[in-house]
């Protein structure tokens, strides 16, 4: 079993910055994983954020956070991090980060390739 627990949201300002975290821990959790960052908002489905393989050599983007958003990781301390700058209202949403055991060539977008989920941190975007 792997536990995820992401930190980091809050509330800013369009234009500003957050950097979320997520903790990973467990017996069966490897720094091979490919990790992702999801989002979703009141009364939408959840969709895909960022992903970064094991080596961070692999990273896949959602088309409009693209240049604003750089998902990175440490795996010395099994944790991946979110930055996000230039956040817009759009931005406003429960952000998941998930865990992908298998083994792909590039990080995936489909939230059905990841076995483990946090439980959300909140980020929240005002005009």
């Known amino acids: 079993q792997v536990h995820l627990v992401e930190s980091g949201g809050g509330l800013v300002q369009a234009g500003g910055s957050l950097r979320l975290s997520c903790a990973a821990s467990?017996?069966?959790?490897?720094?091979?994983?490919?990790m992702g960052w999801f989002r979703q908002a009141p009364e939408k489905e959840r969709e895909f954020v960022a992903a970064?393989?094991?080596?961070?050599?692999?990273?896949n983007y959602k088309d409009s956070v693209q240049g604003r958003f750089t998902i990175s990781r440490d795996n010395a301390k099994n944790t991946v991090y979110l930055q996000m700058d230039s956040l817009k209202p759009e931005d406003t949403a429960i952000y998941y980060c998930?865990?992908?055991?298998?083994?792909?060539?590039?990080?995936?977008?489909?939230?059905?390739?990841?076995?483990?989920w946090g439980q959300g941190t909140q980020v929240t975007v005002s005009p």
């Open positions: 998930a865990a992908d055991h298998t083994i792909k060539a590039r990080a995936s977008m489909n939230p059905v390739d990841y076995e483990y």
């Open positions: 467990g017996r069966t959790f490897s720094s091979y994983y490919t």
């Open positions: 970064i393989k094991w080596s961070g050599s692999s990273t």
